[in-house]
């Protein structure tokens, strides 16, 4: 891989890793950082994002795809679903915990595509998922911190919503642009129905936050998906997914690294060897071609 290249990749994976911490404080305030900001509610965070992707990408929706079920599932899947589980479970998981966690999307892809579409997994990946899984396991598993482990479960369900999707998106490739702006379009509906249902104090809650929440949802918009996900796909059309997929674990160890010194997230020693763990059994499955489904890999990243 070109130099340029390289460090392309690690500044998206550095704005992923640096995103579980944005969201952690877009749902929750994180306590301090603003005066009586106290987050804003998961799900109408989740459509404000939507809703802002579709504004910045409607012009390229065009053509529209033909198998529109289909794009309507993917849409679920990978937008409203997922994020809606993840931004719910960093109510209560934190910011490196919630990176580990996310990691299961791996794992769950190249199950489905072994159930799904008949992929042939040998003993090594088989090895990997299990690594992965018991890592997982060991850093939720935690009876003392209840709300933690539920924050995680959540996220580990959001990560098996966004494996399924790759499932569908096998069904119907779209380039990566007019993906994101269908979900956005598809997405932000249902979760403003949902909002309005289940959530209250939505606009005064969100307006709390200011100068510094606008800046937050800017940066999950234009960096995460439109800078993170233009500049990912480009290069996963010139670079084998074997190669992309293990160098994209920076994302994790990025996301780490900053709830542990941003947040403050607490240094476990369940923490620190379930995640060992569970990165080592990704790496294990990246590493393995998928003749399915060659982007399984790189599952994770759907639900950045």
């Known amino acids: 891989m070109r130099l340029l290249d390289f460090l392309a990749l690690a500044a998206v994976c550095f704005v992923w890793g640096l995103n579980f911490v944005v969201a952690k404080f877009s749902v929750t305030g994180v306590p301090g950082w603003v005066p009586g900001f106290e987050g804003s509610p998961p799900i109408f965070f989740a459509f404000l994002r939507f809703a802002l992707l579709y504004a910045f990408l409607a012009p390229w929706l065009r053509p529209a795809p033909k198998d529109m079920k289909t794009m309507f599932g993917i849409a679920l899947c990978m ?28 794992p769950f892809a190249t199950i489905l595509s072994v159930i799904l579409l008949k992929e042939k997994v040998g003993l090594v990946r088989v090895l990997g998922i299990v690594i992965a899984f018991f890592g997982v396991v060991l850093v939720i598993a935690d009876p003392g911190q209840m709300d933690l482990s539920i924050g995680l479960l959540i996220g580990v369900a959001g990560a098996f919503v966004a494996a399924l999707g790759m499932i569908l998106v096998k ?10 702006a269908w979900i956005g379009l598809i997405s932000w509906p249902p979760l403003l129905l949902l909002s309005l249902t289940f959530e209250q104090n939505q606009l005064q809650a969100t307006l709390d936050g200011g100068w510094i929440f606008l800046g937050t949802l800017l940066f999950t918009v234009v960096l995460v998906n439109i800078f993170g996900h233009g500049v990912f796909y480009n290069l996963l059309q010139r670079y084998e997914a074997t190669l992309i997929a293990p160098l994209t674990l920076m994302a994790p160890l990025v996301g780490i690294v900053a709830g542990l010194f941003i947040t403050g997230d607490p240094v476990t020693w369940r923490l620190l060897v379930g995640g060992a ?28």
């Open 79 to 106: 937008g409203a679903l997922q994020y809606v589980l993840m931004f719910i479970g960093l109510q209560w998981a934190t910011p490196s915990g919630m990176a580990i966690a996310l990691q299961m999307g791996v």
């Open 277 to 304: 763990l569970t990165l080592s059994g990704v790496a294990v499955i990246a590493l393995r071609q998928n003749r399915k489904l060659p982007t399984a890999g790189l599952a994770r990243e759907k639900t950045l």
């Open 171 to 180: 069904r119907m490739p779209l380039d990566s642009i007019r993906m994101q």
